[in-house]
C-alpha cells in the first residue's frame, strides 16, 4: 500500500478539498486520513457514516494531593514550563502549562504528586458514501500530543487499509512544519503540495519542502487560485522546476472551492463536468510516479 | 495592550489582519506587531522594515558524559518523553523527542547529563516607520514551536516595554503553539470565514479562548461565500461579532503580492476601523 500525504506549508490553500475530490475520484481504491487533527475538516464533505471511536491517550499530567502538600515550593522551582502556581496558598498545577514531564512528582519530598494519563482526543474510523473508508481524529483543546495522535491515526489507517486489500492511503496534513506535519511525514511514499499563487504561499511551500527533502520524499505540486498573481504562479512554476517537484497542475481561482464546501459536496460533485478531467489529469500524472 | 489574533482555520485572514491593523495603529499608538505563525511565519513579506536587531534562539538538550556515566539507566526511566535510550553501554539522546525539561539532567546523581545549548530558531527585530516589527522562524525540522513561541514574548517584554499595543499574528489550530501564543493575551480576535469548514474550526477556538478566559470578538473575512451559518451561531452563542470583511477578487491580489490593503480598498478600512476601537473599547 502507497502512503500519499497532501501539504501545503500554508493553511487553508485548499488541501481538504483536493483530498475530498481526490477521494471522489478514486473511490474504493483508497482508504483516507485526516491528519490535520487540530482542525479536521474532512469529515465536513465526506459525510461520514456509523463511526466506531476509541479515546486517544497520550501523556501524563501532574496533580498535587492538598493534603500531603506542605508548600515547601520544591516542585514549584523544579518545573521548566511555569506550570506550578501558588493560589490561596496551595500549589496547583496548571493543565494547560504541565507537560506532562515528571519532574516535579520525583522532587516531591512529600509523595504528593501523582502523573496520571491523559486523554488528549478520539479517533474514529467511518464509511463515506465514496466506498473509502475515512480515519479521523479530534484533538483536545491545546494538547500537546498532536503528532503523537497522528502517528496513531495514520498507522490504524495503515492497518485498516491492509485489511481491505486497499492500494492507497491518502493523508490530509496539517499546515505548518512541526510535530504534526513531521509525523505526518514519517513513512510517506509521496508528498502532494498545495500552494496558492500568493508570496506567502511560495514562502510557507519552501519552508515545507526544506522539510521534506529532509525525509528524501519525492513529491507533486498542485498551485491553486494560479491566475490571482501570474508572476508569483511563474516563481512557483521555476521553484519547482529547480527542486525536481513534479508540476501536476495549476488552478484557477474558483467559486466552487466554498460553494462546494458550504453544500458538503467534493468539487466533483459540484461540477463534474469541469473538475472531473481535472482531477483525473492531476491523478494519472502522480500514479505514474508512484 | 496585548491583542491577539488566532483562528482554528489556517487560510483564514491572521496576517492579512494583523499586518493591517498594526500598521494602522501605529499612525497614532506605539505599536509592536509580532509573528508567532514561527512556522510559516509571513508577515514579513508585508512589512519589510529595516532591521534593528538579531537574537538566535536557543533550548537546552542534555549532553551525555560518558566519563561520568555509570550507566545506571535510570534517566532513561525518568525521561517521560523517550529521548533517552540506553543501548549497551552508551545513552543516546534523542534532541527532537527532548522536551528540555532538565529532569534528567539534575536528577542525574553523577552529573553526567549537562545540558547544552542548541539551535531553536532566530528572532528578528525590524522597524518600519513607527511600527516595530518581531519575527520569529522555527529552525526546519524542530518539532515543538512553543518554547520559541514563548521567547519570543519575553524578547518582547524586555527589548520593547511599555508600548501601547501589541498585536500578535498567532499559528493555526488549537494545540499546544497557538495556546502558547494567545494565553496572555488581554483581548483575541478570531477571525473566520462563512463556510462549514469555517465554523466548525471557529467552535473549537472559542472553546480554546473561553476556556483560557480571556475576553475575545470574531471577525468574519470572505463575507459572500458559503452561508449564513456562522452567523447563527455567532448569536446563539451571543458572541460579539466586530467586523465582516467581504469577499472581494482584489484583495486576494492584493494580498498575493504582499501589499497593503486599507489604503487600497476602503470596505477593508471601514472594517479596521471597527476593529481598532473595539479593541480599544474593550480596554
Redesign the interface.
Known amino acids: 500500500m502507497k502512503e500519499i500525504v497532501i501539504i501545503s506549508g500554508k493553511g487553508g490553500t485548499g488541501k481538504s478539498s483536493i483530498c475530498a475530490a481526490l477521494a471522489d475520484l478514486l473511490q474504493e481504491d483508497l482508504v483516507v486520513a485526516d491528519c490535520d487533527v487540530d482542525a479536521a475538516d474532512l469529515h465536513l464533505i465526506l459525510s461520514p457514516q456509523a463511526s466506531s471511536s476509541e479515546d486517544f491517550y497520550s501523556g501524563l499530567i501532574a496533580s498535587i494531593d492538598p493534603d500531603k502538600c506542605i508548600n515547601c515550593g520544591i516542585c514549584k522551582t523544579a518545573c521548566r514550563f511555569d506550570a506550578i502556581e501558588l493560589i490561596n496558598d496551595q500549589h496547583i498545577v496548571s493543565g494547560l502549562d504541565c507537560e506532562g514531564c515528571g519532574y516535579c512528582y520525583h522532587v516531591c519530598p512529600q509523595e504528593a504528586i501523582s502523573l496520571e494519563e491523559q486523554k488528549v482526543g478520539q479517533f474514529m474510523i467511518s464509511e463515506t458514501r465514496f466506498g473509502c473508508d475515512l480515519v479521523h481524529a479530534h484533538l483536545g483543546i491545546g494538547a500537546d500530543n498532536s503528532g503523537k495522535l497522528v502517528a496513531k491515526v495514520k498507522s490504524i489507517a495503515k492497518d485498516h487499509g491492509k485489511k481491505l486489500n486497499k492500494n492507497l492511503l491518502l493523508v490530509d496534513g496539517s499546515p505548518g512544519i512541526g510535530c504534526p506535519v513531521i509525523s505526518s511525514l514519517s513513512g510517506a511514499d509521496y508528498v502532494i503540495y498545495v500552494t496558492e499563487a500568493s508570496l506567502s504561499g511560495l514562502s510557507d511551500l519552501q519552508r515545507v519542502h526544506e522539510l521534506v527533502a529532509k525525509f528524501q520524499v519525492p513529491g507533486a505540486c498542485i498551485v491553486n487560485k494560479a491566475d490571482i498573481n501570474p508572476t508569483v504562479a511563474d516563481k512557483i512554476h521555476r521553484f519547482l522546476t529547480r527542486e525536481k517537484i513534479l508540476h501536476v497542475g495549476d488552478i484557477p481561482y474558483s467559486e466552487d472551492f466554498p460553494k462546494a464546501i458550504s453544500m458538503g459536496r467534493t468539487l466533483i460533485e459540484e461540477n463534474s463536468e469541469w473538475w472531473t478531467p481535472v482531477f483525473t489529469k492531476i491523478w494519472q500524472a502522480i500514479k505514474e510516479k508512484i | 495592550m496585548r491583542v491577539a489574533i488566532a483562528s482554528?482555520?489556517?487560510?483564514?485572514g491572521k496576517?492579512t489582519l494583523a499586518v493591517n491593523l498594526a500598521t494602522k495603529a501605529a499612525e497614532t499608538k506605539s505599536t509592536v506587531l509580532v509573528d508567532l505563525?514561527v512556522?510559516?511565519p509571513?508577515g514579513a513579506?508585508f512589512i519589510g522594515g529595516t532591521p534593528i536587531a538579531e537574537h538566535n534562539a536557543k533550548r537546552a538538550i542534555p549532553n551525555w558524559d560518558n566519563v561520568q556515566c555509570t550507566l545506571c539507566g535510570k534517566c532513561t526511566s525518568?525521561c517521560?518523553?523517550n529521548a533517552l535510550l540506553k543501548l549497551g553501554e552508551m545513552i543516546l539522546v534523542m534532541p527532537n523527542l527532548c522536551?528540555?525539561?532538565?529532569?534528567c539532567s539534575?536528577?542525574c546523581p553523577v552529573d553526567a547529563l549537562p545540558m547544552q545549548d542548541e539551535s531553536l530558531g532566530r528572532i528578528s527585530h525590524f522597524r518600519k516607520d513607527k511600527l516595530d516589527f518581531v519575527e520569529s522562524r522555527?529552525d526546519?525540522?524542530?518539532?515543538?514551536?512553543?518554547p520559541l513561541i514563548g521567547q519570543t514574548l519575553s524578547y518582547i517584554d524586555s527589548h520593547l516595554p511599555g508600548r501601547e499595543l501589541q498585536i500578535l499574528d498567532s499559528?493555526?489550530?488549537?494545540?499546544?503553539?497557538?495556546?502558547s501564543a494567545v494565553?496572555n493575551a488581554d483581548y483575541v480576535i478570531l477571525i473566520s470565514?462563512p463556510?462549514?469548514?469555517g465554523l466548525?474550526?471557529l467552535r473549537?477556538a472559542v472553546?480554546?479562548i473561553r476556556?483560557?478566559k480571556i475576553p475575545f470578538g470574531v471577525v468574519i473575512n470572505?463575507d459572500g461565500?458559503?452561508?449564513d451559518d456562522i452567523y447563527q451561531y455567532l448569536a446563539d452563542e451571543e458572541i460579539k461579532l466586530i467586523a465582516k470583511i467581504p469577499h472581494l477578487?482584489r484583495i486576494?491580489?492584493l494580498?498575493?503580492?504582499?501589499a497593503m490593503l486599507y489604503q487600497e480598498v476602503p470596505q477593508f478600512d471601514a472594517a479596521l476601523t471597527k476593529i481598532l476601537n473595539t479593541i480599544l473599547e474593550s480596554l
Open positions: 482554528g482555520k489556517g487560510g483564514t496576517t505563525d512556522e510559516e509571513n513579506l525518568w517521560k518523553f522536551h528540555s525539561c532538565f529532569a539534575e536528577l522555527l526546519i525540522g524542530l518539532e515543538q514551536a512553543s499559528p493555526p489550530g488549537t494545540a499546544c503553539a497557538m495556546v494565553k470565514e463556510t462549514p469548514f466548525h474550526d473549537l472553546e480554546t476556556q483560557l470572505r461565500i458559503g452561508n477578487r486576494a491580489e494580498y498575493s503580492q504582499g
